[in-house]
């Protein structure tokens, strides 16, 4: 689960984290209260979208200017005619796609006195099963090309969750950051309050982009993009209230009702799974076979009849869905479930699209016979690559 900027910068309050005083803002009106607040003379105005980018974003509206998504505002008037602008348009961003997102809300900001511009985030590194630290003093919104151009900038460390952060993590930070004096010793606590906001918190990402130093040689974290682990949020009822369901996709938080594992893809072809390592092939192989896969959907192992009908009604939900693959293997997940959860759907939403159904493991044949019983047109396949063939045969001989 991702969350906004300002509500980043919440959470660095309470953990003493360096970071501006601003406040957020649902209209104009507010935008420009939130910047009465505030000493001035420099006012920072922030879209609030869950994407990167937005400094080098562009809006689609012309009425929207033409300055992107992070604006400096020179006086209150300023930041009441970038607020109009930019509210209830919608932001293009490297991140976005072409869709971009409609700015529902803003972050006004007290402007700050930059000196350099260096990168830090925190990550769990699957590689290492750590929390891992990945410094840059090249930061700012050029990041990514300092990454693919100069990847010898950028420094990573790994922390051992036995130890946990110890001083000399701070100070091996602060050196690959290029910073001197009282700065390391600031660098060192700053580097352990993220260590301990980002395992009390259950986060999976934390990046600040651009971490600054000022003119009087402060740290300051001036921005904040987070990402938290969705299996842990029933830990975190206060994290779960950050939940901004306007900036995730329908069908998604449909999908997260039903504990169902969803992504949205743009190919044309459903498909409805147990595990995810599955599913993953499962995409793989209907590319393989020159189609694409309309969602990545792990309906688990435990799954009911009513389970496997809500995760049908999500995928036809979608209007380029073409045809469906079913692929089980009934370990826990029983195959004769998973035969009258698709009946039930195909039967509730009339449908219309080709089903190929691949079943393997627990109760196959029972499965099998429910199937070929039950009048339904499904095309049924002897193993994965039968299966992605024939969807993708079938797909292109309606089309």
């Given at each position: 689960?991702?969350?906004?900027?300002?509500?980043?910068?919440?959470?660095?309050?309470?953990?003493?984290?360096?970071?501006?005083?601003?406040?957020?803002?649902?209209?104009?009106?507010?935008?420009?209260?939130?910047?009465?607040?505030?000493?001035?003379?420099v006012y920072?105005?922030?879209?609030?979208?869950?994407?990167?980018?937005?400094g080098k974003?562009?809006?689609?509206?012309?009425?929207?200017?033409?300055?992107?998504?992070?604006?400096?505002?020179?006086?209150?008037?300023?930041?009441?005619?970038?607020?109009?602008?930019?509210?209830?348009?919608?932001?293009?961003?490297?991140?976005?796609?072409?869709?971009?997102?409609?700015?529902?809300?803003?972050?006004?900001?007290?402007?700050?006195?930059?000196?350099?511009?260096?990168?830090?985030?925190?990550?769990?590194?699957?590689?290492?099963?750590?929390?891992?630290?990945?410094?840059?003093?090249?930061?700012?919104?050029?990041?990514?090309?300092?990454?693919?151009?100069?990847?010898?900038?950028?420094?990573?460390?790994?922390?051992?969750?036995?130890?946990?952060?110890?001083?000399?993590?701070?100070?091996?930070?602060?050196?690959?950051?290029?910073?001197?004096?009282?700065?390391?010793?600031?660098?060192?606590?700053?580097?352990?309050?993220?260590?301990?906001?980002?395992?009390?918190?259950?986060?999976?990402?934390?990046?600040?982009?651009?971490?600054?130093?000022?003119?009087?040689?402060?740290?300051?974290?001036?921005?904040?993009?987070?990402?938290?682990?969705?299996?842990?949020?029933?830990?975190?009822?206060?994290?779960?209230?950050?939940?901004?369901?306007?900036?995730?996709?329908?069908?998604?938080?449909?999908?997260?009702?039903?504990?169902?594992?969803?992504?949205?893809?743009?190919?044309?072809?459903?498909?409805?799974?147990?595990?995810?390592?599955?599913?993953?092939?499962?995409?793989?192989?209907?590319?393989?076979?020159?189609?694409?896969?309309?969602?990545?959907?792990?309906?688990?192992?435990?799954?009911?009849?009513?389970?496997?009908?809500?995760?049908?009604?999500?995928?036809?939900?979608?209007?380029?869905?073409?045809?469906?693959?079913?692929?089980?293997?009934?370990?826990?997940?029983?195959?004769?479930?998973?035969?009258?959860?698709?009946?039930?759907?195909?039967?509730?939403?009339?449908?219309?699209?080709?089903?190929?159904?691949?079943?393997?493991?627990?109760?196959?044949?029972?499965?099998?016979?429910?199937?070929?019983?039950?009048?339904?047109?499904v095309i049924?396949?002897?193993?994965?690559?039968?299966?992605?063939?024939?969807?993708?045969?079938?797909?292109?001989?309606?089309?």
């Open positions: 689960m991702n969350i906004h900027e300002y509500q980043a910068k919440e959470l660095y309050r309470q953990y003493a984290i360096p970071t501006p005083v601003g406040y957020p803002a649902f209209t104009v009106d507010e935008a420009v209260a939130a910047a009465g607040k505030l000493p001035g003379p920072v105005v922030k879209a609030q979208v869950h994407a990167g980018g937005r974003g562009k809006f689609k509206e012309a009425s929207a200017g033409d300055k992107g998504g992070v604006r400096l505002a020179k006086s209150i008037d300023e930041v009441r005619t970038f607020a109009k602008e930019m509210l209830g348009n919608t932001l293009v961003t490297v991140q976005t796609g072409d869709a971009g997102r409609v700015v529902s809300r803003l972050y006004v900001e007290d402007g700050s006195q930059i000196e350099r511009e260096l990168y830090l985030s925190a990550l769990v590194d699957r590689e290492t099963s750590r929390v891992a630290f990945i410094a840059s003093q090249d930061g700012g919104m050029n990041i990514e090309d300092v990454a693919h151009n100069t990847p010898e900038r950028i420094h990573t460390l790994s922390i051992d969750p036995a130890t946990g952060f110890e001083p000399f993590h701070g100070r091996n930070i602060a050196f690959a950051l290029g910073l001197k004096g009282e700065q390391v010793k600031a660098c060192g606590k700053l580097v352990e309050n993220i260590y301990k906001m980002f395992v009390d918190k259950d986060m999976s990402l934390l990046e600040i982009n651009p971490l600054i130093v000022t003119k009087d040689g402060k740290l300051v974290c001036l921005d904040g993009k987070m990402d938290f682990d969705s299996n842990a949020l029933y830990r975190h009822p206060e994290i779960v209230a950050y939940r901004d369901l306007g900036e995730e996709d329908p069908t998604e938080i449909e999908a997260s009702k039903h504990d169902l594992a969803f992504i949205k893809l743009d190919g044309t072809i459903g498909c409805l799974v147990n595990g995810a390592g599955l599913a993953m092939a499962t995409m793989d192989i209907i590319k393989l076979y020159g189609a694409e896969p309309a969602n990545f959907l792990d309906v688990g192992g435990g799954a009911s009849k009513e389970k496997v009908r809500e995760a049908f009604k999500i995928i036809l939900a979608d209007p380029n869905v073409k045809g469906i693959l079913v692929n089980i293997f009934g370990g826990i997940m029983r195959c004769d479930i998973i035969a009258e959860g698709v009946i039930a759907a195909a039967r509730e939403m009339d449908l219309k699209v080709p089903l190929v159904v691949r079943l393997e493991g627990t109760n196959v044949e029972l499965g099998k016979k429910i199937l070929n019983e039950s009048g339904l047109k049924a396949a002897d193993d994965l690559g039968d299966a992605a063939k024939k969807i993708t045969d079938e797909v292109r001989k309606a089309a």
